[in-house]
């Protein structure tokens, strides 16, 4: 099993800046290929960002590509989204997961999942 955590949500004005965390435990960190995903009321579970095992490969989705960065740091169990330049459409709940692959998925193959973090933008 693997537990994830999400941190760092908050109201935050258009034009803004967070960094979103999620601290890992229970396994290895670095045999999961992470991503986050985003849910806005009413709407499904979207795909924001992933990142391979090591780092070296991210992938973004089209509406955040350029203002948000996905980083992990492997010997502290923790995947980060830094997001900038945020949007009232980026108002959702963040969530974290972990897919026990090298590879990425930019779909919900995902093996675990945390339980999100509010990230509200005002206009």
């Known amino acids: 099993q693997v537990q994830l955590v999400e941190s760092g949500g908050g109201l935050v004005q258009a034009g803004g800046s967070l960094r979103l965390s999620c601290a890992a435990s229970?396994?290895?960190?670095?045999?999961?290929?992470m991503g986050w995903f985003r849910q806005a009321p009413g709407k499904e579970r979207e795909f924001v960002a992933a990142?391979?095992?090591?780092?070296?490969?991210?992938d973004y989705a089209d509406s955040v590509k350029g203002r948000f960065t996905i980083s992990r740091d492997n010997a502290k169990n923790t995947v980060y989204l830094q997001m900038n330049s945020l949007k009232p459409e980026d108002t959702a709940v963040y969530y974290c997961?972990?897919?026990?692959?090298?590879?990425?998925?930019?779909?919900?193959?995902?093996?675990?999942w945390g339980q999100g973090t509010q990230v509200t933008v005002s206009s």
């Open positions: 229970g396994r290895t960190f670095s045999d999961y290929a």
């Open positions: 990142i391979n095992r090591f780092g070296g490969r991210t």
């Open positions: 997961a972990a897919r026990g692959s090298s590879a990425y998925s930019t779909t919900r193959q995902y093996d675990y």
